[in-house]
């Protein structure tokens, strides 16, 4: 079975601090994902890489970044956190782009940005 | 821009009965259309996976249909169980670009 794992389950940060947020999976995907959800906006792309080094924007990249240094590994980085990145971040990978690849999910990190 | 649309938002229903979520999409151009489920405080897990090229899918009580043209997909689910309450979200992968495109979900709860 795939595995995708986040560091936190649940995470409390201050208004301009630095926080991280890792994603881990065991599966050798090529493709790792970071959204967030809100209530009632669903979920929002946020940043993806399709292989080590790269990234690409999704549909809301402002006051975030992302690092991806090995295969299995990618960072969420809020360089300074504010209170409207209180939200719930979701991490998947999936293997390639082909039509009968499916998207695994982590089980999510709730940040709160006080 | 791929929009995708679920209704309706929220829907109770006793146990026992048949059920129908439905699912639009805006751009027709699509590699394949996945089903998830989201349970309170979790993250997602795939039900049902439809690519392009098929009308629909199966997997035990639970019944996935993708009609291309029209941009539409419904999920049927038979004989409903408390057990299946919980949110759900479809998303399509569009040939546009690279990442799925997510439904607000429809939240299901079946009363006992």
């Known amino acids: 079975d795939v595995k995708v794992t986040q560091s936190s389950r649940y995470l409390v940060k201050r208004t301009g601090e630095k926080v991280f947020l890792e994603c881990v999976q065991d599966?050798?995907?090529?493709?790792m994902f970071w959204y967030r959800q809100d209530p009632g906006l669903g979920l929002r792309l946020i940043y993806f890489?399709?292989?080590?080094?790269?990234?690409e924007k999704g549909d809301i990249p402002e006051g975030y970044s992302v690092s991806r240094e090995k295969k299995e590994r990618f960072s969420l980085i809020l360089e300074s956190a504010s209170t409207n990145q209180t939200s719930m971040y979701l991490c998947?990978?999936?293997?390639?782009?082909?039509?009968?690849?499916?998207?695994?999910f982590g089980p999510g990190t709730r940040l709160l940005v006080l | 821009k791929q929009e995708v649309t679920q209704i309706p938002a929220a829907l109770s229903v006793p146990e026992g009965e048949n059920l129908v979520l439905n699912c639009s999409f805006t751009?027709?151009?699509?590699?394949?259309l996945q089903w998830f489920r989201q349970d309170p405080g979790k993250g997602l897990t795939s039900l049902l996976l439809?690519?392009?090229?098929?009308r629909e899918q199966t997997s035990g009580r639970l019944n996935a249909s993708l009609d291309k043209s029209s941009g539409r997909s419904t999920l049927y689910i038979a004989a409903s169980q408390p057990g299946d309450s919980a949110t759900y979200l479809c998303?399509?992968?569009?040939?546009?670009?690279?990442?799925?495109?997510f439904g607000s979900g429809t939240r299901l709860q079946v009363q006992p």
């Open positions: 998303a399509v992968w569009d040939t546009g670009r690279r990442a799925l495109t």
């Open positions: 439809i690519q392009s090229s098929q």
């Open positions: 751009d027709s151009a699509i590699y394949n």
């Open positions: 998947a990978s999936r293997r390639d782009r082909g039509p009968r690849e499916t998207q695994y």
């Open positions: 890489s399709y292989d080590v080094k790269m990234k």
């Open positions: 599966m050798d995907h090529e493709n």
